[in-house]
Nanobody
Framework: QVQLVESGGGLVQPGGSLSLSCAASGSIFSISRMDWYRQAPGKQRELVAT???????MYDDSVKGRFTISRDNAKNTVYLQMNSLKPEDTAVYYCYANLRIDSLRRRDYWGQGTQVTVSS
């Protein structure tokens, strides 16, 4: 069994910063990619940032230059540093991982979500 546990959400003023983390635990053979998604009220879940096993990162245009995704492979943890936050960044942020639970089987897992609210 694999779990993804997120932390770090909260309320911040526009222009402020927040850092999210997501720790994967359980029967993990290797992690191929870890992503951060977000879902605002009344909107579809959208991909915010991705980091793959080699360290390559990708970002949605709306967060480029403001958000940074990073990963600690030893801790199976992914981070999202969010700077210059805007009210439109308000959403529930979800961690996603595509990983191998053994040498043959690959699975997808989601975290429970953490609320980020940007408001004055």
């Amino acid at each position: 069994q694999v779990q993804l546990v997120e932390s770090g959400g909260g309320l911040v003023q526009p222009g402020g910063s927040l850092s999210l983390s997501c720790a994967a635990s359980g029967s993990i053979f290797s992690i191929s990619r870890m992503d951060w998604y977000r879902q605002a009220p009344g909107k579809q879940r959208e991909l915010v940032a991705t980091i793959i096993s080699g360290g390559t990162t990708m970002y949605d245009d709306s967060v480029k230059g403001r958000f940074t995704i990073s990963r600690d492979n030893a801790k199976n943890t992914v981070y999202l540093q969010m700077n210059s936050l805007k009210p439109e960044d308000t959403a529930v942020y979800y961690c996603y991982a595509n990983l191998r639970i053994d040498s043959l089987r690959r699975r997808d897992y989601w975290g429970q979500g953490t609320q980020v609210t940007v408001s004055s």
